[in-house]
């Protein structure tokens, strides 16, 4: 999942580098398309970074847990420990569902007409 959400974060990093060229902007369907791919991108790059702080904090906290003699950090640790795993399991559920693909369907417009008595 790592793999997939770095590879998901230099796109993302590539597609700003693109749109920040201007020269980009004269070829309107194209930047409308790059545009709208780093928009769908941007909410997964954020909760990415979120989750890999989460996890460099699980470290630090299992290595004082580990390493440090004073028994009140290391209680201070194991809480934030379990804090930051119920944090975890919940930024993973939510990453494995904006990891899903999107149905092309979904972003095509419909036309619903109602009549009445029918």
């Given amino acids: 999942m ?41 909410e997964v790059v954020r909760v990415a970074q979120e989750y890999k702080n989460i996890l460099n904090q699980i470290e630090g906290d299992e290595q004082i847990i580990e390493e440090e003699e004073d028994r009140e950090l290391r209680e201070i640790a194991e809480e934030e420990l379990e804090e930051l795993n119920t944090k975890k399991e919940s930024l ?27």
């Avoid at 004269?26 to 398309?33: C, G, I, Q």
């Fill in 2 to 42: 790592l793999n997939k959400l770095e590879k998901l974060t230099e796109r993302y990093h590539e597609l700003n580098k693109e749109l920040s060229d201007p020269d980009i902007f004269k070829d309107r369907e194209k930047s409308l398309k790059l545009t709208k791919e780093q928009k769908e991108l941007e």
């Fill in 92 to 118: 993973e559920e939510k990453i494995k569902m904006m990891l899903v693909p999107k149905d092309p369907q979904d972003s095509k417009n419909a036309i619903m007409e109602i009549r009445a008595g029918t």
